[in-house]
């Protein structure tokens, strides 16, 4: 079964420092690797995917997110924290099969001015 | 493309009373899948449809919900009697898997409160 681990709950960042996220997965086979977004009230918006090819990821608001195979990692950063993005980040993993996306609990990114 | 449509965003309602979530997935997407979420659970998944057809409906709580997909482009998501423990924020969710395109595009979501 997949499963994906968010560590932190909680992520405390000054603007203009960088940001990590962390994730990481279990799955069998090659995994596909997903980083949503969330906004108060809002739904989840998509930032970025790992398919296949180069480790590094780059998406959307200036996120990246670094693929690690053998750490079984999908970290999330950004060199430079914006106040707006604070907000409820979540990793997501499937397998190669048709099956849906299995969701971390989240974690909570405060960008303090 | 306007992207899954939910309706109705809120939903307030009392015990007992019938509730009908409707979603409208993206023009061409074959997935589409009905998740909840809350502060205790999180995010989770409830039933997902492919081609209009339920592949895995046991995420659903109970016999009290039940979903339909009618065709391609509707779905509802029923709770019939609705209990307070169903407050939560629903979400819908559509996916498209040719061409390589595995991630999924969420709605707004409707906020229920069940009084």
């Known amino acids: 079964a997949q499963s994906v681990a968010q560590p932190e709950d909680q992520v405390n960042v000054a603007e203009g420092n960088p940001l990590t996220v962390k994730c990481t997965y279990s799955v069998s086979g090659n995994p596909y690797l997903f980083w949503y977004v969330q906004y108060p009230n809002r739904g989840l918006q998509f930032l970025l995917k790992?398919?296949?090819?180069?480790?590094l990821v780059k998406g959307s608001y200036g996120f990246e997110a670094e693929f690690n195979k053998s750490q079984t990692s999908f970290h999330l950063k950004k060199p430079s924290a914006l106040v707006s993005d604070s907000a409820l980040y979540f990793c997501a993993v499937r397998d190669r099969g048709n099956t849906p996306l299995v969701f971390g609990k989240g974690t909570r990114l405060s960008v303090i001015a | 493309d306007a992207g899954v449509i939910q309706s109705p965003r809120h939903e307030v309602t009392e015990m007992g009373q019938e509730v009908t979530l409707r979603c409208k997935p993206i023009?061409?997407?074959?997935?589409l899948f009905w998740y909840r979420q809350t502060m205790m659970r999180g995010l989770e998944l409830l039933i997902y449809?492919?081609?209009?057809?339920?592949?895995?409906d046991s995420g659903m709580p109970e016999d009290r919900f039940s979903a339909k997909m009618p065709n391609a482009s509707f779905s509802t998501l029923k709770i019939q009697p609705s209990e307070p423990r169903d407050s939560a924020v629903y979400f819908c969710a559509s996916s498209q898997t040719s061409g390589g395109h595995y991630e999924q595009y969420f709605g707004p979501g409707t906020r229920l409160t069940v009084t």
């Open positions: 449809f492919n081609n209009n057809v339920p592949i895995d």
């Open positions: 790992y398919i296949t090819g180069d480790n």
């Open positions: 023009s061409g997407h074959d997935y």
